[in-house]
């Protein structure tokens, strides 16, 4: 059994944490909410008085927070407050979870390894459903020893743990699918409300789409109509699944990522534009395929 620090016990980190508890790890836990850390304790995660003391005994720190700035304040100490990396004793590993930026996991990694200690990038996919069921898939960026002194935790947590190479490439995995899913996601709802326009009805036009070269994942698990697909967010008022605020969030990372690296992301911007405008009007709380609802407002008459 080994002792681990879980930092960030929200939506996310909870559940994640508690999968540990319940394969027999010792989890030390700790999230500035009290709510957070009164229901992970419930679940056996032994909470902290403070993140630094988490830490203190731990042989894998686990961070699952909101952003990178979080993260690296956290590894660094802010405000005069010290930090994680100067509390874990020499040679912990620092697995981050969280989705940030690629050269924010880099950065993160580099201060982590400075300190003495074994840092990897582990973002997620499979939402607070996956965290629960211990269905998550895991992006890993890691060297080899490091992958290897992940993977148990890993597949504790989560069901399809892919090494996807050096530290900071899981979070690039993680950026490349979302603005696939992102982009996909816009492209089958300008595909209904054209559909509707022309009097096509949704059914036929799943029959057709979720049988030929238009299939893809937004289509045949988060069609962003209500009635082809069973567990669509659109048969439940677009209630998420994936919120509208972190496809925006995402896409702010990818859109990031193509800056640093120059690539021609026409579509990926355009994506970041519509979801940061959806994500600002009501749809920050909603799953993101509610983007339909915004495709057939902005349609003229
Ligand atoms: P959340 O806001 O529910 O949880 C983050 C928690 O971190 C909060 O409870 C916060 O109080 C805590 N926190 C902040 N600073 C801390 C610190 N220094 N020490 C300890 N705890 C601290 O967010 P979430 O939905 O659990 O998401 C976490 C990460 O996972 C995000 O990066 C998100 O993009 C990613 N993610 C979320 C989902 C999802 O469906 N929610 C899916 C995939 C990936």
């Known amino acids: ?21 319940k394969a027999g790890q010792r989890v030390v836990g700790f999230d500035p909410v009290p709510a957070a850390a009164t229901e992970a304790s419930a679940a056996g995660i032994q909470i902290a008085a403070d993140a630094v003391s988490a830490v203190a005994d731990a042989e894998i720190v686990i961070t699952m927070l909101q952003t990178g700035a979080q993260v690296i304040a956290a590894y660094a100490g802010a405000g005069g407050a010290p930090g994680l990396l100067a509390a874990a004793r020499p040679g912990t590993l620092f697995l981050d ?5 690629v050269d924010e996991a880099r950065q993160a990694h580099d201060l982590a390894i400075a300190a003495g200690h074994r840092a990897a990038d582990a973002p997620v996919s499979g939402g607070v459903v996956g965290a629960e069921n211990g269905t998550l898939a895991f992006m890993v960026g890691a060297s080899d020893g490091d992958f290897e002194s992940a993977r148990p935790l890993l597949e504790i947590m989560g069901r399809r743990v892919v090494h996807c190479g050096e530290p900071g490439l899981g979070q690039a995995a993680k950026v490349c699918n979302n603005m696939i899913l992102g982009i996909t996601e816009i492209a089958v709802a300008e595909a209904f409300v054209l559909g509707e326009r022309l009097g096509l009805s949704h059914q036929a036009l799943y029959d057709v789409a979720s049988n030929a070269s238009g299939q893809c994942w937004a289509l045949t698990t988060n069609c962003p109509v209500p009635g082809p697909v069973p567990t669509s967010p659109a048969n439940h008022d677009y209630r998420p699944g994936f919120a509208g605020a972190l496809m925006a969030k995402d896409l702010g990372l990818a859109e990031q990522a ?6 021609d992301a026409q579509l990926g911007l355009h994506a970041r ?21 915004t495709i057939r407002q902005q349609s003229t008459d």
């Open 1 to 21: 059994m080994s002792t681990i620090a879980f930092l960030g016990l929200g939506h996310m980190g909870g559940p994640m944490a508690a999968n540990l508890v």
């Open 258 to 263: 193509i800056a640093l690296t120059g690539v």
């Open 273 to 293: 534009e519509i979801y940061r405008q959806f994500a600002e009007g009501d749809g920050a709380g909603q799953d993101f395929s509610g983007i339909i609802n």
């Open 97 to 101: 979870c969280s989705t940030i930026a």
